[in-house]
Structure formats: C-alpha cells, structure tokens
C-alpha cells in the first residue's frame, strides 16, 4: 500500500471507463476524466463513476491469470498445464505448494481488489453529492457497497484479516491506519453490512439494456455464500429461500449451454460480468487465452488443466463432466477439432470461446467470454447444505436432486445428516468444477489437509489454510501489515 495520498487516487482518477454494464454501452471507448468531471456533470457523472468500479471487474489483476492460479491451480480439480518448463510465473509453486509470501499472484490479487475498494470508496463519498434522483442514488450505492463487498470478500477468503478501507484516504492517519490489519471477523461484519444494505437499495430485476449490474438477487447470493463460510445456516437458508421465492432464476435445462455466448443472462444467471466480443473489445484480461488449448493448432496458453483425479469424480452417464472437460483430440460444439499432439491431456470447456460460432473479432485478450458469478445452481447447493446442517435432510434432498436430474443421474436417498454432507460435498465440486470455488470450499469445509495431502501435495494446516500475505504488501506498509502464521 502507498504511503501517499496517491495510494487512493490513483484507483479512479487516471482512466475511468464509461460503461453501464451493457453490451451495447460497452463499445463506448474510454476517457480520461477528474472527479470534477463526474461529480459537476449531472447528465451521466454518476454513471461513470459507478462504471469505474465495474471496469475493474474485467481486469488482469481481479479476475485475470493470478486468480485462475490461486482458486483453481492450487485445487485438486487442476493442475498447472500448460508446458513443463513454462511456470505462468509462480503457477507451478501455486500447483505444487512450494509458494512463499513473495509470490506474484498473490501480490496482484491484493492490488487488484484493494484498487477496486478505492474506486468505491470515491464512489459513495461523491454519490451523495451528485444533482441525480433518490431513486438512482441508492442504485449507484447499493452497486458501489455490493462491489466492495465482493472485493472484501475475495481478500478475505485468501488472506484472512486484511486493511479494513471504509472511507477515502486524506490524511497520514488514514494511510496508518489502512496498513494495519482489521480482524477476519470485522472483514466480515464489514461485507454483511454492505450487502444488508445493497439488498434495500438494488432493484430485483434489470431491463436487457443493464445486463450485468448487479441485483437484490446478486446480494442475496454473495450474503448467503458469506454465511456459508462463517456457517451461518438460517442466515443461508434465508437468503436462499428469498432468491427461490422471488421466482426470478430457474435452472437451464441443458447444463452445457450455460458456458455459451448463448446461455449469457440466463434464467440461471445471477450476476455476470459481462464481456463483449466485438470491436472495441471489453472482456476479462487473459482470461480465454490462458486458459484454451495449447500445442498443434491450439487457441492458447494451456493453463489450468482438469486434473486426471476431477475426471474421476464424475459418476458415470454425469453430463456435468463432458460440458466441463476438454479432451486431447476432442471434436468440441462448434467443429474446432483439439489436437491429438495437444501436450495436456484435459482443458477447461467452462472457458472456451468459440471462434466462429460466437462473437469474436480477433482478439484473444479481450474476448466474450462472461464470467457466471453467481448462479440459481448454486443457490441450490448453497441451501442443500444449509438445510441439512439444520437437520432437515429431506429439504436438503430436494434441492439437491434438481441438479442430479439435470445432470441425467438418478436422485440420491441418502437418509443421514453425515451421509447428505458428503453427498453435498461430492455434487458441489461436480456442478461447481471450475468456478473458482473448490480450494476455498475445501479449506472452509476442513478437508484441505487431508484431500491435498493424499495427493502428495505438502499442504499444512493450519498454515497453508490461508495465503501469505504479499511479502510487497508488508514492506509497503513498513511492516505495519503482519505475516499469516507459518509464513
């Protein structure tokens, strides 16, 4: 963290990226802009700033190569891929769990998220002041505090306790004070208390013209997926009680059609960051190319392969397994042949981009491909579990069979509590593969230790059950920032 003002201002006040969340609003090309300009221009100022904080959703250092590796690649869903010799910078540490505190991805997932945390905290300070209605106000605030939140929530998943940021940094007090550590459970105080406020002020549903701002659904989800971790059943069960009843989602009937251009914004979809596809381009950095096919005729790099033991975890006739996993000679949907010769045997389908059956102008970097960040699958999980930590196994099976029927397998009958948690646990990491969820579902789960370590992997607990924080990060803040035990 920069001990200077500029540690805050340089969050917003550099480009700011004019986008509502539309596809159509998307092509509008970047300006650069003061908070003078936002907050004096009545007609879209408020817009603008709110699509600041949007941007950063689509940038390498939040959703980009250092998030696939630290959610993913440390899981026992993925390995490394690419070419032996080619690490991804630090990805091989993060595959075999040789990492340290000095280690590139988790630096950059840090600066990232608190960047994001910055342009909100400028959001909602100049928000109040903007000459627009109650109505879009509490909108732009209720986005800006669910935003936040999700950025929260990614730090503190990772790293544990982390600087708590609630307001723009002014004064040398404000810079000491965002480099000491809040603890895990002010963290998530701090997300509760956002996103109970996000669920007042977000409307439940958005015209086609808003794809990807963000719901009263969306918030609901990230607070129920919040409760989950601090194991929180009624709080879980409630918010997922509120997004079934409000008849809004429904699962696709074709699981592999949510991971296509033409399963976007879905009867599934609760919150997506939209990507577009055509000139100018407004995707997730990196996000297609690290991940697609490498060797003869590949799309890419070839990182994050499904791991031989993923495969495995399928029951058999699963339809979950062939729409999540590429395979080395596999003629894929829309005819592009992977090769023979291709050097990993799987490769993420979740991922892939088709280019010539979905829109596509060439460039790899910035392609369309949507990130599903919350959908009505999950919901279903999410109250699955919740309902039977409540010991009502029944109402567990119910949600939990929609998702097997779905998958073309028969429903599960499992009659005890222990018995409907494994099973949980199984149809999570099938349903969920690839969704950036498994090392994190693991570690709050407790199982890390032990299904790692199964592997060969030399997973520590209780060290290894957070991240380091980034050794930059510590000496940024002149040591005021204190290490995660172990490291």
């Not at 480009?15 to 300009?37: G, M, N, Y």
Request: charged share 25%; aromatic share 12%.
């Amino acid at each position: 963290m920069q001990n200077s003002k500029i540690y805050s201002f340089i969050f917003i006040c550099s480009v700011i990226f004019i986008l509502s969340c539309s596809k159509s609003f998307l092509t509008e090309a970047p300006r650069t802009t003061t908070i003078e300009d936002l907050i004096n221009n009545p007609k879209d100022g408020a817009q603008r700033l709110i699509g600041s904080v949007y941007s950063k959703l689509y940038d390498w250092n939040v959703h980009g190569f250092s998030w696939i590796g630290i959610s993913s690649i440390t899981s026992d869903d993925a390995d490394k891929g690419s070419d032996p010799g080619d690490t991804g910078t630090d990805k091989d540490k993060l595959d075999a769990w040789t990492f340290d505190a000095t280690g590139f991805s988790f630096d950059e997932e840090w600066t990232g998220n608190y960047e994001g945390i910055g342009r909100v905290a400028y959001a909602l300070q100049y928000f109040p002041t903007m000459d627009i209605s109650a109505t879009e106000k509490d909108r732009y605030i209720g986005e800006a505090k669910l935003m936040r939140a999700y950025f929260y929530w990614n730090l503190v998943r990772s790293f544990g306790g982390v600087p708590k940021i609630d307001k723009v940094l002014e004064s040398q007090e404000d810079l000491i004070a965002a480099s000491t550590r809040a603890s895990a459970s002010e963290i998530y105080a701090f997300i509760e208390e956002d996103l109970n406020d996000a669920i007042i002020k977000l409307p439940l549903t958005v015209p086609v013209s808003d794809q990807g701002r963000v719901t009263k659904g969306a918030a609901q989800a990230l607070l129920a997926k919040v409760s989950l971790y601090q194991q929180k059943w009624a709080l879980v069960k409630a918010n997922c009680d509120a997004i079934i009843g409000s008849a809004q989602y429904s699962l696709l009937p074709d699981y592999a059609s949510i991971w296509k251009e033409s399963g976007e914004f879905s009867s599934e979809s609760i919150w997506e960051v939209n990507a577009i596809g055509t000139s100018p381009n407004k995707g997730i950095e990196g996000y297609f190319v690290t991940q697609a096919s490498r060797g003869p005729g590949g799309l890419g790099w070839g990182f994050n392969t499904p791991s031989v033991n993923l495969y495995n975890a399928y029951e058999p006739g699963d339809l979950r397994r062939d729409a999540t996993i590429i395979r080395r000679g596999e003629t894929l949907w829309d005819g592009f042949v992977i090769s023979s010769g291709a050097p990993n045997q799987y490769y993420n389908y979740k991922s892939y981009v088709s280019k010539t059956q979905e829109s596509f102008d060439g460039d790899d970097w910035q392609s369309n491909k949507n990130l599903r960040i919350f959908r009505y699958g999950e919901i279903l999980l999410m109250k699955a579990e919740a309902e039977n930590e409540l010991n009502d196994t029944t109402a567990a099976k119910v949600a939990l069979n929609q998702l097997r029927t779905r998958a073309g397998l028969l429903p599960i009958n499992a009659i005890s509590q222990a018995d409907m948690r494994n099973s949980i646990y199984k149809e999570r990491r099938v349903e969920m593969a690839f969704e950036h969820d498994r090392m994190f579902d693991l570690r709050r789960t407790g199982r890390a230790a032990s299904v790692l370590q199964a592997l060969g992997l030399p997973y520590i607990s209780p060290k290894n059950d957070l991240f380091p924080i980034p050794q930059n990060q510590i000496n940024k803040s002149q040591n005021r920032i204190t290490q995660n035990i172990g490291y």
